[in-house]
């Protein structure tokens, strides 16, 4: 298979589970989840291959290649011919790691449709359709391209949300698209503004050009425009992505979310859907705008402490695990930020094993939420005290969850968490001291849930009615993702080599 050929397939092997679900009918729920299921394994499939045949120790982009696309005729342009755009795909440590997590938490999120009853045909397109989406973002290197990808996301996770879920499920699809939809708007300005300022939005075209003119200090004497002007492309660019994160105070979409739509659905988001934020703000923040970024590191580091602290004391008074988990990952995203402040290797490689971290932990507890939700019917903590003594697998599976939370050694959290402000302290040791401090939060909310979830005294409701723990086949998503978070914790260099050359060109960027 040509270099070229294995993004491409990857991106577009989803598409034939489409097809083939496509042609059964929607009242045969077994044999469309078994399909489903099935369907995410070609993907997977390719995407192993590709890690196999991944250098580590490879500046360059890899399985690159580039192609005419279409040409939109533009006066004065590109020599009077219009604009070319070219479809153009690559793949590095920071995109390699992502769509792994990616094809793995989709064949997750497959398997774990059992628990759906209604609707599994329409779950499963959709699911395929956002792995499509999320897998063509990670691999685009031409930004119209990977803005179109992009959008792919927003369309797919909203007819998710709003179609299953709880009562206002309707209203939080909304709401995500709203917050959403407004990054993209101030996104898709700011492309178009470098497309016209530089004639081309190919990523690596991009990057020589906007870093030349940094480094020779004559972008307004090329461009005829003020430095403020350039200050302006990289807000309007992290815009979308600090939605995306999120960075509070544009939370709320999220919350809601994490309340309102299928656990599956939240498994998504937070597993995936989240990580575009870091994923953008790492690509075209850091990749285009690199001496700027610097100069945001302070800023970087108070949005993660913001983030990690508000996050940390609303989960603390939350009475429902839903509410608990989703300012979790608020917190969590915080430390995102704070190994971004950093401005190091040690820093930037925490936010990526952070992104993987989280894409492992949060799908695990929210899929441990599903099942107790179907075996109870509730989430309150209050409801659910003395679980452990009527369901010991799952509230074990759920201690082992929150202790990844927790950043307990040999997991991946204590990895990502100790990478972060080990970079932070070198740079920001002020700001690292107290965002360690707010680690303490982390401890207090998940001790206080499990607490009250686990070995407090049983509710009469839980000694009532069929109580069954959780079964053999229930229990194969959640140890699959709990195995992961133990063998990054454990072996951190099969993420960590992969992401070295990667983070070496940041670095040079940055003037690191």
Known sequence: MGVMLWPSVLMLSPLVGILVLALLPKTQHRALRWT???????????????????????????????????????????????????????????????ILLTVILC???????????????????????????????????????????????????????????FVERERAGLVFLLYNGIGSLVLLLALLTMMAVTGTLDWHELQEQLHRWAAGG????????????????????????????????????????????????????????LKLGGYGMLRLGFGLFPDLMMQLG?????????????????????????????????????????????????????VIFQMVSHGLLSPLLFYILLVILVRTGTDRLSDLSGLIRVMPVLSGLFLAGAMGYLGLPLMSGFVSEFLAFHGLFQRLPGFAAVGVLGMVLTAAYMLRAM????????????????????RAAESVPAMTLLALVFVIGIVPSLLGDPLQSTLQTILLRLGG
Do not use: C
């Open 36 to 98: 489903g299921f099935a369907a995410t394994l070609l993907p997977l499939a390719v995407a192993l291959g590709m890690a196999s045949r991944f250098d580590a120790e490879a500046q360059a982009m890899q399985f690159a290649g580039s192609a005419p696309w279409f040409t939109i005729p533009l006066p004065g342009m590109m020599g009077g011919d219009g604009f070319v755009f070219r479809y153009t795909v690559g793949v590095d440590g920071l995109s390699m790691a992502l």
């Open 107 to 165: 064949s997750v999120v497959a398997l774990g449709a059992i628990h759906l009853t209604e609707r599994v045909k329409g779950f499963l397109l959709l699911l395929l359709l956002l792995e499509t989406a999320l897998l063509g973002t990670f691999v685009s290197l031409n930004l119209l391209q990977f803005f179109l990808f992009f959008e792919l996301v927003i369309v797919a996770m909203y007819f998710l949300i709003s179609q299953f879920g």
């Open 298 to 350: 302070t800023v970087l580091a108070v949005l993660g402490l913001v983030n990690l602290f508000y996050g940390g004391f609303a989960a603390l008074v939350q009475q429902d695990l839903r509410s608990v988990l989703a300012y979790a990952s608020v917190s969590h995203m915080g430390i995102v930020l704070l190994g971004m402040a950093a401005m190091n290797a040690s820093g930037l490689q925490g």
């Open 218 to 273: 004559d972008f307004a004497a090329m461009t005829g425009l003020s430095e403020s002007f350039r200050w302006g492309l990289l807000l309007a660019v992290l815009a979308a992505f600090v939605i995306k994160l999120p960075v509070v105070p544009l939370h709320s979409w999220m919350i809601r979310v994490n309340r309102q739509a299928h656990p599956l659905v939240v498994m998504l988001e937070s597993g995936l859907v």
């Open 451 to 470: 607490q009250g979830m686990t070995f407090g005294p049983t509710v009469p409701q839980l000694e009532t009615g069929d109580m069954r723990d959780v």
